[in-house]
């Protein structure tokens, strides 16, 4: 396995191979480059044309926001598929922007409900209410009652906490896909297979990844893990906003038209919701589906690491890998030796997903113990000796150069 360094050596561990960008290598990376380039030319086009289509002029929406008590209520006329419920909230306190996870909202009228609402919208909506569930940077296209979920909230449903949870899951997971294409050697094609499905009681959110048949005995060590982290923190420290954009089926297929995987999992989804958009999602440059609304930006996150990958055996005939990972948000710190416990167990295979006889099939003389490792955090955050507390926005980088 290659994976991406920041200096000159190499340094080889059995069979696999960590580079740190050695000139003296080669490695393909024009395919990624130019693929990637261009779902984002795609993404950046279809965005200006559903602008300039839906705002010919500039037409007011009453948003009604509903707050803990009457007195908190507030009616705010808006902008028509321009304005987000991240705009609403930012018109009401600055503390309610940045604490808002996702958004309910209830059409006034709903006949005059769009169909361009997200897949997780009509799919986990099971308690009959009405209520639509929005990214916080999706743009409102009708009269409504606006509601924010938070990460704490006093007065709110079990259904609500746990859209919540799916949101931050599922944005967690496609951090996960983003530093897939940058971690990997283009020559050994790397691609996200699929988001599973996973709940946060099963204590990891996971992304199928598959890789070339070249590294199928290729054995994940406590390095590789700590370097996916620093990866991904990365990505978080840059405080990216995850971007949604509701397209056609047929702008999807065309947009991920070099990815097999995904182009089957959009077939299937407009099979069994012909009439839904596909929800596609942008965080920095990479661009990807996914099933439901994502949290505002990567400034939420605190807590974060890569803290296992599994060989997967589903299929004998692809190079199958589940990566697994362990997170929580800025407003639910836990202190550091809680997290080592929960680290430790988001190391083990995540089956919830799996039939009885899916297994992971490392074999023993490639199969790493991953518990054996002490908290891969240790070794990429920063913590306070004082307090026992993480000190925000510092951890150490994935360059060991800086």
Known sequence: MLLRRSSTNIHKFGKIIFLRESSSLPVNQSSSHDDSTNKNTMFDNKLKQQMSERIPRIEKIEVTYEGRGIADNAVMYMNKHLSTPYHCAMHISHG???RGVIALVKPQNNEEQNDEVNQDNVIDNKEEDPSLIYSMNQPLDADCRLQFLKFNMSQATPWHHQQVNKAYW?????ILGAITKDAFQTSFSPHVYKFPDISEKSGAFCCDIVLDEAVKDWKVTEESLVYLTK???GIISKQLKFEPLLVEPEFAMEMFHKDNYRRSEIEK???KN???PISVYRLGNYIDVTSGPLIMNTSMIFHYVVTAIHKLHSNANVNSWRMQGLSLPE???VHHTVWSLLEKRARKLVREDMHDNDTCTSSSSNKENLLKYESIENKTKIYSKATGQWVNNKWASADPTR
């Open 170 to 174: 599922r944005s967690c997971a496609f």
């Open 269 to 271: 989804f407009h099979e």
């Open 331 to 333: 407003d639910l710190k």
């Open 96 to 98: 309610l922007a940045q």
């Open 274 to 276: 012909p009439l839904l």
């Open 231 to 233: 990866l991904a923190r």
